[in-house]
């Protein structure tokens, strides 16, 4: 995978949840699919599975879902 193919997406915030970032990237429609998918093992966080919603997610790291990934973009402290 190339870097073209990851979407940066940035927050505000230093750290957001994998639910919350689910949402804001639109790769669910709602708080309800983004707990399915995670609980299905379908999110992978930095390549690994992770089934954990409120993981904490910071500058840089990738999440990977039905084959799109994004990156993680925060702002400098």
Do not use: F, W
Request: proline share 3%; hydrophobic share 40%.
């Amino acid at each position: 995978m190339s870097n073209q193919d990851i979407e940066e997406i940035p927050i505000r915030d230093s750290m957001i949840r994998l639910g919350q970032l689910l949402k804001l990237a639109s790769l669910v429609e709602d708080g309800v699919e983004a707990a399915e998918l995670i609980k299905s093992g379908l999110v992978k966080v930095n390549g690994e599975i992770d089934e954990r919603r409120g993981r904490q997610l910071h500058n840089g790291d990738t999440v990977n879902v039905n084959g799109r990934t994004v990156r993680i973009v925060a702002p400098e402290a």
